[in-house]
């Protein structure tokens, strides 16, 4: 091979590397739901002596974004996969079906289940099928921290 044809493969390899580069750039910066992923929980109390704990795990499978949902307490064990849709600033978690561990039924259709929104760094809670036990925490507030 001569030099002229050595240097327009090498160019022609280059410039395949900088496009496969950059679209991997623009489908990684396009991916509002990655700074989702992890655990949210919260949890609350109402005397006499009844508690109830929220956990969401976010993960990204294959390439969508599912939230495995898992609430335990007084009189309850629930456990649901959901869908994750949404952006940067907030995201909703939709219904999709019931996790193998689960007794307690809440829906079984694609409703919105919890929404969350970014306030500051702060994360707002929506409620929608799944409610709070007390009464008083059912308003858009802050309650899921991000623990992982």
């Given amino acids: 091979m001569d030099t002229k ?3 327009i493969m090498i160019s022609m390899c280059m410039i395949l590397f ?3 580069g950059y679209a991997l750039y623009k489908n990684i910066a396009r991916d509002d739901l990655f700074k989702w992923l992890g655990w949210y929980e919260f949890s609350e109390y109402c005397p006499p002596n ?3 704990f929220y956990s969401v ?3 990204k499978e294959k390439r969508q974004y599912t939230a495995h949902i898992y609430i335990d307490g007084f009189q309850t064990m629930t456990r649901i996969k959901a869908d994750v849709k949404g952006g940067e600033k ?4 939709l219904f999709k079906e019931y996790l193998d561990d689960n007794v307690y039924s809440i829906t079984n259709e694609k409703n919105v289940l919890l929404s969350f929104l970014l306030d500051g760094s702060e994360i707002l809670t929506v409620w929608g099928e799944i409610t709070p036990m007390v009464l ?3 308003r858009i507030d802050k309650f899921f921290i ?3």
């Fill in 18 to 20: 900088m496009l496969l």
């Fill in 57 to 59: 795990n976010i993960i």
């Fill in 90 to 93: 907030s995201i909703q978690l």
């Fill in 146 to 148: 991000r623990t992982q």
């Fill in 5 to 7: 044809k050595r240097n």
């Fill in 136 to 138: 008083d925490n059912n």
């Fill in 50 to 52: 009844m508690n109830m």
